[in-house]
């Protein structure tokens, strides 16, 4: 997140004193303007802030509201615990620029540049308030605005999920079959990182909501938490080269720079993994691949470098499917526990494989009768 954003959300997300001072502000429609200082008796000695009465007070919210009262501007300390002047003007330089046009607003703008503190316009006639911070803008949203776009990123990161989770129990049965093509390769990748990417994006409204986020932020953590860890699997495993990441979550960064119209293009996907050759839906569904073997034995909880030096030993999951206790122990990092471990879960994927194959045998000797 923006360190701009963080530094006016800790200061003006809801719930906290500054915002409850603004809120009833803008319950009485009322206008106001904000100077966080950080160099008072600098500014007043240069003459960008001519005193108007100087208090020198605790913050409190209704201290803001009532001073709002009066015209001029609102001087604080810039972490907004002190009043520190009120019914003051400000006279930025007139040679910095504006982009805006009431009086309020664009005082607040220029002071803000001239400064690099943080002010905030708070417009009677829109009833909108605009925080200035170092030559960015950004308007804050009501609460209730705030909450419905949260909860729509996150239903939306939610259906993704699911979505991805589903391809991915789909590739595994693949993977058994000996079936993995790289068009079923993209298209799970495609769900992961828009699952990523969307649930990102919600965010900047978790910090500027703050403490009142609730459940929406849980469930925001929970997904990062977990989806990356399987969407950079995923990425380890059918990459046309073996990524050196550790973590399997690092291996998303080779997308970082894909936008939203890019992760829904399989050749973009496709190309990003390595393969440059592949132009057409044929190649996609043609090019058949094998899975390196990291997502089982990352699902083995053990160590990533144990991980990265079974893969570069086994090479694809259908060797290290066939590999025995003797042949794990003597790779280096890998006891008899971590063996142990090892063979459990590809004995449990050698299960599955073979229920799999009994269950399609009984669908085609139901076929034939």
């Known amino acids: 997140m923006n360190e701009k954003l963080e530094r006016i959300f800790d200061l003006l997300a809801p719930g906290k004193p500054i915002r409850k001072g603004i809120d009833r502000i803008m319950e009485a429609n009322l206008g106001a303007l904000l100077f966080f200082c950080s160099q008072p008796e600098k500014h007043l000695k240069e003459g960008l802030i001519q005193l108007g009465f100087r208090l020198d007070s605790d913050f409190l919210p209704e201290k803001i509201y009532?001073?709002?009262?009066?015209?001029?501007?609102?001087?604080?300390?810039?972490?907004g615990t002190q009043i520190l002047a009120a019914n003051a003007q400000l006279n930025p330089d007139k040679s910095i620029p504006s982009s805006e046009t009431g009086m309020r607003h664009k005082t607040a703008?220029?002071?803000?540049?001239?400064?690099?503190?943080?002010?905030?316009?708070?417009?009677?006639?829109?009833?909108?308030?605009?925080?200035?911070?170092?030559?960015?803008?950004?308007?804050?949203?009501?609460?209730?605005?705030?909450?419905?776009?949260?909860?729509?990123?996150?239903?939306?990161?939610?259906?993704?999920?699911?979505?991805?989770?589903?391809?991915?129990?789909?590739?595994?049965?693949?993977?058994?079959?000996?079936?993995?093509?790289?068009?079923?390769?993209?298209?799970?990748?495609?769900?992961?990182?828009?699952?990523?990417?969307?649930v990102q994006r919600a965010e900047k409204y978790l910090l500027e909501l703050g403490e009142i986020a609730g459940s929406a932020k849980l469930e925001y953590e929970e997904i990062l938490r977990t989806i990356p860890k399987y969407v950079g699997a995923v990425i380890m495993d059918y990459s046309s080269e073996n990524l050196k990441y550790q973590k399997p979550e690092d291996a998303t960064s080779i997308f970082k720079e894909l936008d939203f119209n890019e992760l829904v293009d399989p050749f973009k996907?496709?190309?990003?993994?390595?393969?440059?050759?592949?132009?057409?839906?044929?190649?996609?569904?043609?090019?058949?691949?094998?899975?390196?073997?990291?997502?089982i034995l990352y699902s083995t909880r053990l160590p990533t470098t144990a991980v990265k030096k079974v893969v570069e030993s086994f090479t694809n999951l259908q060797e290290l499917m066939n590999a025995t206790f003797e042949e794990l122990t003597n790779v280096s990092g890998i006891g008899k526990r971590r063996a142990e471990i090892i063979l459990g879960a590809l004995n449990k994927k050698k299960r599955e494989k073979e229920e799999l194959e009994e269950e399609t045998m009984q669908i085609m000797s139901k076929e034939k009768k």
Do not use: C, H, W
């Not at 009532?66 to 972490?79: C, T």
């Not at 991915?168 to 049965?173: G, K, P, R, S, V």
């Not at 993994?273 to 390196?292: H, P």
């Open 109 to 198: 703008e220029k002071v803000s540049i001239q400064t690099g503190d943080l002010t905030v316009a708070v417009s009677k006639r829109r009833n909108i308030v605009s925080v200035y911070y170092n030559k960015m803008k950004y308007e804050l949203l009501p609460e209730n605005v705030l909450f419905a776009r949260l909860n729509q990123e996150i239903t939306i990161a939610q259906r993704y999920r699911q979505s991805f989770m589903n391809l991915l129990d789909y590739l595994n049965i693949e993977e058994t079959r000996g079936n993995v093509s790289l068009s079923d390769v993209v298209e799970i990748l495609s769900k992961g990182l828009l699952t990523i990417k969307i």
């Open 66 to 79: 009532e001073l709002s009262k009066m015209d001029g501007a609102i001087v604080l300390n810039s972490d």
């Open 269 to 295: 996907i496709a190309k990003t993994l390595g393969y440059i050759d592949v132009s057409s839906e044929d190649d996609l569904e043609e090019t058949t691949l094998t899975s390196r073997g990291y997502r």
